[in-house]
């Protein structure tokens, strides 16, 4: 029996239309004569969804019993005795309610699809990205809220077909707004929280971005399974070759101009390592080459190849690359008449690869190699000639006392043995000598006519120029092959120590003594000194641990006897214009100044960074004692003036002999005087208050308080003006952990400002709501709003909205509210209310962990302990606010 196939409606969130375009589809599929059946689809009781379920034929669904509560559920068993054509299934990442003792029931609805494609039955299911396992925690991070349904990712990436329904996030917040995906009770609250438009945002790049590798995994399949090797420039892929030379810079930046030429293309930088794991690249370049091809959006790959235009050539083919990067040959005029070389070799054999070779100025000036007496000590070479010179001289001594015995094959054969044991010892050198000596002491000794240098038969002549050509070519191969011992060697070396500096960094070792000392241990000097020469604006010198000496002072040093200039040490390395890392110990080889460049770069990152943090916390305070001396002067040369004017002016008034006023008249004054005395009073508090925030002396007592019982307390300060406003607060809803007359004070601010700035027909709205250890206050109006450009301003001190008038305080509301929250370790933002309007956000932590809900069919709600007071007004029945919508 063949499989069924599965299509797949994926969405970036609940809403987008995953059920209504797999519903229209079904109804596609009944009109062409597909046999259709509805196993489960959930419609959430949205009019239009529904009125797309008419003329589908519906397979009844299985009702569960769970802790008292019956829900329905698809039935697998009735779907598969039907046994339709195609049957649709909405919401695969579904957790099925536990029945225990039913036999084959799965715990997971993606369990049970499989099933039915097992039977030849097609399915048509939807997902929502915040489902796949991959991107699970990723979605937490971003929205807030734990999923606890998913699905695997091999589940849905094995799908015939993926269809994604996208919707902008302007869009989805609209449809929301209209009442289309939420209950009306609960619109205010998910457009807050769930639905804000960057979490939808991001949740639909997370959509695109998994849909694209869901395409580029097809296309490649489909490539694969037709044999199809040619490029297909679906979408340009730049590749560029690195040789780990001093180019790599340039070759990357011109790569990252050709890919920035076209919308989505990609960057793809490349090493080939040699089979034998030997090359030459330098390391430290390669590392900073490959930090600058991702920070340019690029991604850094190494393979291993015998070949590199094979290796370049086949990786590219691979990525379905359309363009390839290399540089102008290094090599000289002569080396490329021997060999043309990577470049032109690439060239002729990339198909319909365009090929660019860039050129760079190390055209030309070729690859600096070793020399010959770098593969073994100048004490070996010595040893090795003295062993060749001592060995020639006996075998010769024997073999002419055995002349008799053995012929001038072996002769030339044993004088091989030395010259490969003098290879072995001492090198090429020591080989060379040994192979020249031998032939000449073979000519003298053993080549008739004996006692000249005369050869008098042509077969002599050709063995002992055999063997001198023998003998050079065996030393040589030893030669190399020790040469390239010590470089493996070496390599390896290099290699532990840049995996111990970037473990150290990983771990966060990145202090300068820390890391110089890691220098010092590592190439056993006795002292490393990081020296500075001082800018001439630079007066005081900087944090320098030592005095100028000539020009330098001493910035940080671990060792016996500090360097105070960089002549001092036996080793200097130069870490830009101004710094120098100077060791002292012994003389470094010039392989070890490679290596010793990485710590000498990571210790100019370390001294920056220092340097950046002291003088972030030297300015901090400035910075704050002068916004409070500012704020404060603002305050007391304007908006304090204008209460005690009210109340001088009505003192004055009553104090004055030259008017009679009447009983109510002066009622009138002593009220205007009073209530300019509370305003003057309110404003101290705050600026007092405001005061201790910025220098960090506010004193908070946290407890856990109840928002039920915090809020109408807030509302009682503000008279009856407050009686209009609309409380929301569950009953289920947590404790949080806050200072309640601090809170009381946030409360009366937002309260005070939600009133001033709503229209009198739409009184403010003030609701709670739970989210993991969070627990979120809103106060809602549906007022003129924030600008986007103003809203970090109207949290500035001493900021009105509008700054028109002047009797509404000295603008510390907001910024008192703020810094208040953040004191017991909250938040406080603003957010538009839909349909006009500002929302204030209170976000504090709750006095205790949620507990976990019992398992259901909708999508997971994070609640918190219960409790068994709540406060609702005007019928309201608030319900979780944070729940992200099913669908």
Known sequence: MARGRLRLYLGAAPGVGKTYAMLDEARRR???????????????GRPKTTALLDGLEVVPRRRVSYRGTVFEELDTAA??????????VDELAHTNIPEPGVPGRHGKR??????????????????????????????????????????????????????????????????????????????????????????????????????AGKVDEQLDAYRDAHGITGTWEARERVVVALTGGPEGETLIRRAARIAARSKGAELLAIHVVAADGLAGADQVLLARQRTLAESLGGSYHQVVGDSVPDALLAFARAENATQLVLGASRRGRFAQLVDPGIGVTVTRRSGAIDVHLVSHSEV???????????????????????????????????LSAARAQLTLTSDVLLFLVVVVLAA??????????????????????????????????RDNIVAVVVFVAVGLTVASVVHVSLLRRRRAARAAAEAAVLSTLAGGVLRGEHALPALLE?????????????????????????????????????????????????????????????LVLALRGRPLPAEDRRILTAFAAQAAVALERERLAAAAASARPLAEAERVRTALLAAVSHDLRTPLAAAKAAVTSLRGEDIAWTPTER????????????????????????????????????????????????????????????????AELPEVAADPGLLERIVVNLAANALRHSPPD??????????????????????????????????????????QNTTAGVGLGLALSRGLAEAMGGSLVPEDTPGGGVTMVVALPAAAPPSAAPPSAAEPVARGPRRSVGITSNGRSPGDDRLPPPG
């Not at 779907?79 to 054509?85: C, D």
């Not at 099933?115 to 807030?144: C, P, R």
């Not at 800018?535 to 360097?563: F, I, K, L, N």
């Open 79 to 88: 779907v598969l005795a039907r046994r339709p054509a195609v049957a649709l």
């Open 110 to 211: 993606w369990r049970d699809v499989e099933d039915l494609l097992a039977a030849g039955i097609d399915v048509i299911s939807t997902v929502n990205i915040q489902h796949l396992e991959s991107v699970n925690d990723v979605v937490e991070t971003i929205t807030g809220v734990p999923q606890r349904e998913t699905v695997p990712d091999e589940v849905v990436r094995r799908a015939d077909q993926v269809e994604l329904v996208d919707i902008s996030p302007e869009a989805l917040r609209r449809r929301m707004a209209h009442g289309n995906i939420y209950a009306a009770d609960k619109v205010d609250a998910a457009l807050a929280n769930y639905f804000r438009e960057g979490n939808l945002t991001a949740l639909r790049e997370l959509a695109l971005l998994w849909v």
């Open 667 to 730: 009622a009138e004054l002593l009220a205007t005087a009073d209530e300019a005395m509370d305003r003057l009073t309110h404003l101290v508090e705050n600026l007092l208050d405001m005061s201790r925030l910025e220098a960090g002396a506010l004193s908070v007592f946290p407890r856990p308080v109840g928002l039920d019982d915090v809020v109408p307390l807030a509302l009682d300060e503000l008279g009856p003006p407050a009686r209009a406003i609309t409380i929301a607060i569950p």
């Open 424 to 457: 072995l010892v001492g090198g090429i050198v020591p080989a060379l000598l040994a192979a020249l000596a031998g032939s000449a002491l073979l000519n003298y000794y053993f080549v008739p006519p004996l006692h000249t240098f005369t050869i008098d038969d």
């Open 30 to 44: 009944r009109e062409r004569g597909s046999d259709v059946v509805v196993a489960y689809v959930e419609t959430h």
């Open 518 to 578: 890691r220098v010092r241990e590592t190439f056993a000097m006795s002292c490393v000194t990081l020296l500075e020469r001082p800018d001439e604006s630079d007066a005081d010198g900087g944090p320098a641990t030592a005095g100028p000496a000539e020009g330098w002072r001493v910035v940080a040093s671990v060792g016996a006897v500090p360097c105070r200039r960089p002549d001092d040490g036996d080793a200097e390395v130069p870490v830009g214009e101004n």
């Open 364 to 398: 030309g000036r070729g690859r600096r190699l070793p020399g010959p007496g770098r593969a073994l000590s100048r004490r070996r070479a010595v040893a090795g000639s003295v062993l060749a010179a001592a060995a020639l001289v006996a075998l010769t001594a024997v």
């Open 762 to 803: 739409t009184p403010p709205v003030i609701s709670a709501s739970a989210l993991g250890d969070r627990v979120e206050l809103r106060v809602i109006d549906r007022g003129p709003g924030i600008p986007a450009a103003d809203r970090d301003r109207v949290f500035q001190p001493f900021q009105r909205q509008g700054d």
